[in-house]
């Protein structure tokens, strides 16, 4: 299991010592995290593998043509990405500034990874939550849908430019298409997209013209499924089977895992992000 596997590599995560950041800041970080290792099994496959608990209710052969890709990543992982986002006097996260066209954003030769989702699927919340260790980074979360207007940049140490799309469909820019499109296909530094899913509601027509964007300029992009904890497990379970087969059979740049985050409480695997940014570009 999983979370056994996890438990196991508690250890080698101490081991590791200042490779994964240093400061008390940091390490306390990391020591909240063996705090939720010593949860019973049942309880840390749902908080931390969601999607594992969820395939538990899954009959296997009952749907051939459906099945889960189910990511696994080590506590050195979690605890690795955890740590791009843990705000130091050697690892600065910060705004950088705001841009409405592409022509005006900075030049910036950081890897970037971009995150798009329809208004109101929860994207500056998870933004909002990657940020959690860098309080003093203003990220501003509204309860009306729509309220990103802008493209907004965001230093996260040396590694990466994180940058926050205006949200499609309600209330949308009215340059939106030029802004976005633009942006995706013309930003060259661009290494991942993170296309935020409603898991309530599933992929809808505004989400598949931001996915064919993706598949167009051939840009690798996350499928990241929200508010898992909104709907009941067989209706989050129909949902997930329905998109992971989309994404196995309507996609080709798209990552064969899905990835899912709590609308309370914000809990993410960080991994993805730290897989966007290829090693060789880190300086």
Do not use: W
Not at 256 to 272: A, I, N, W, Y
Request: charged fraction near 25%.
């Amino acid at each position: 299991m999983a979370a056994h596997r996890l438990r196991q590599s508690v250890g080698r995560l101490f081991a590791m010592g200042p490779e994964l950041g240093s400061g008390r800041r940091a390490f306390s970080a990391f020591q909240a995290f063996t705090e939720v290792l010593r949860l019973p099994s049942k309880q840390l496959t749902k908080l931390v593998f969601p999607l594992e608990e969820l395939h538990e209710h899954f009959v296997p052969g009952s749907r051939p043509d459906l099945h889960l890709n189910i990511f696994h990543p080590s506590l050195e992982d979690i605890a690795r990405a955890e740590s791009f986002f843990t705000a130091s006097a050697r690892n600065r996260i910060e705004y950088l500034t705001s841009a409405v066209r592409l022509d005006h954003a900075p030049d910036l030769h950081r890897p970037e990874v971009c995150f798009i989702g329809r208004s109101n699927v929860g994207k500056s919340s998870l933004i909002k939550a990657l940020f959690s260790l860098a309080p003093e980074v203003e990220v501003r979360v509204s309860k009306k849908p729509g309220h990103t207007k802008k493209l907004n940049f965001y230093k996260v140490g040396k590694y990466f430019t994180l940058v926050d799309m205006p949200g499609y469909g309600y209330r949308a820019p009215e340059d939106f298409v030029d802004m976005v499109e633009t942006y995706l296909k013309e930003r060259k530094n661009l290494m991942r997209t993170f296309l935020l899913v409603d898991s309530v509601v599933g992929i809808q027509k505004a989400d598949n013209i931001a996915i064919e964007m993706c598949e167009e300029f051939a840009l690798p992009y996350v499928m990241v499924l929200t508010k898992i904890d909104k709907p009941s497990k067989g209706h989050l379970l129909k949902q997930v089977l329905q998109i992971q087969k989309f994404v196995d059979t309507k996609t080709q740049g798209c990552f064969p895992q899905l990835f899912p985050v709590r609308q309370s409480k914000l809990q993410m695997d960080l991994t993805e992000i730290n897989m966007a940014v290829p090693h060789s570009n880190h300086k």
